[in-house]
């Protein structure tokens, strides 16, 4: 066992969020000393219980806006041990943003100008950003490697992860201290094998997953299955989903990477994928499975601006890296549904 004081202090920015809370519990399980600034804009302080339950700690926690900069430096001031910083706190919806693409320009880039000012400022050296495979459009060849160029971005959202990027890379140059990893998402879903944490989009979900697991509770009465005349076996768009969990694991091990001094190069990036397409019929059929529940779905236009298929070459995560992705289809479905459950049952009881 580690003592108190040998632990490594990591910040988590957007730490009760979706994939920040599950990274909580990973970094906290494998030893860390975990620090969340988080707004609570899309999320809720159910998940610091959640992490407090699964792990036995509860993570010192600083409710602000990282656009606050005098905020952020007092935060900075005072946490002079920080060795890292893993970066989640950002929007993320997609349609959103093409509505409002000022309010994401300003809250995603000020956020990170302002975090890696701090970072440079008060001299810690190590930072792990949560990217998306939304930076390769539709790709002209796949499984999609981590060389695929850079596509214009499709919405608002989409460019700030393209600038993000290169605000990081222009800062590690200009500052040889600073190391960096960009973590490119594909499709995360499913939960916390406990049912403790998972994902809880306010309002109406524009995601997958929690529209299907939402639509199976009864809180919505059908989900719409965007296009079945694409190009692909079934006639629905195909992507790389991939359990929470594993992604999580992946943050862990990029934050290691970077403390052992393991990076090859100051900036450095991944895909965090399964390798393995699915069809949304076939999350569907999965769901159905692994819930014994009939969906209620119905087949309605394609959705504008969604990429036909996507699925991630693997190979440079697994191999340089170090991780690979574990859990199944039927693993991720089994346990989205396990959260929307449970977290709805603990809704009904608090009441
Ligand atoms: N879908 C439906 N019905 C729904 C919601 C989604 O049929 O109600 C379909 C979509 O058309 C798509 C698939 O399910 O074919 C997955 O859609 P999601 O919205 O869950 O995920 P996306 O792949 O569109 O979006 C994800 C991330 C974004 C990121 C994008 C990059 O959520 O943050 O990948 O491609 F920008």
Redesign the pocket.
């Known amino acids: 066992m580690k003592s108190t004081t040998q632990k490594k202090k990591i910040l988590v920015t957007g730490g009760t969020g979706y994939i920040g809370s599950h990274t909580c519990v990973e970094l906290i399980q494998s030893g860390y000393d975990v620090v969340i600034i988080d707004d609570q804009s899309n999320s809720t302080s159910a998940s610091l219980k959640g992490i407090e339950k699964i792990t036995g700690t509860r993570p010192e926690f600083h409710p602000f806006n990282l656009c606050e900069s005098s905020h952020l430096d007092s935060f900075f001031k005072s946490h002079q041990t920080l060795q890292g910083v893993i970066h989640f706190a950002a929007f ?1 919806a ?1 349609g959103e943003s093409v509505e409002k693409p000022l309010a994401y320009y300003r809250n995603n880039l000020i956020s990170l100008m302002n975090l890696l000012e701090m970072m440079t400022k008060y001299e810690v050296p190590h930072l792990v950003f949560s990217s ?3 930076v390769y459009g539709q790709p002209d060849e796949l499984p999609v490697t981590e060389q695929a160029p850079i596509k214009k971005a499709a919405s608002p ?2 460019n700030t992860k393209q600038i993000c990027e290169e605000i990081i890379e222009d800062t590690l140059n200009a500052n040889p201290g600073l190391q960096g990893i960009s973590l490119r998402y594909f ?1 995360p879903i499913g939960a916390h094998e406990s049912g403790l944490i998972g994902e809880l989009p306010a309002g109406t979900p ?4 929690p ?1 299907i697991t939402q639509t199976a509770i009864g809180l919505r009465s059908s ?5 079945n005349d694409y190009d692909t076996p079934d006639g ?2 195909i ?1 790389d989903y991939i359990h929470v969990v594993d992604l999580a694991k992946a943050h862990v091990r990029a934050i290691e990477r970077l403390l052992e001094k393991q990076n090859k190069t100051e900036y450095e990036y991944f895909n965090l994928g399964t390798g393995k397409g699915s069809s ?1 019929m076939e999350i569907i059929q999965s769901f159905e499975r692994t819930s014994g529940q009939k969906l209620n779905y119905e087949i309605v236009a394609r ?1 504008s601006g ?2 036909v298929k ?1 699925y991630a070459d693997t190979q440079y995560a697994n191999q340089e890296l170090g991780w690979k992705a574990h859990k199944g289809l039927d693993e991720m479905t089994e346990s989205a549904w396990n959260w929307e459950k449970k977290y709805r049952e603990r809704q009904s009881t608090s009441k």
């Open positions: 993320k997609v998306s495979c939304t959202y989409g499709n524009n995601n997958l997953m529209f989900l719409k299955v965007f296009g629905t768009c992507r949304v959705r969604d990429v996507i």
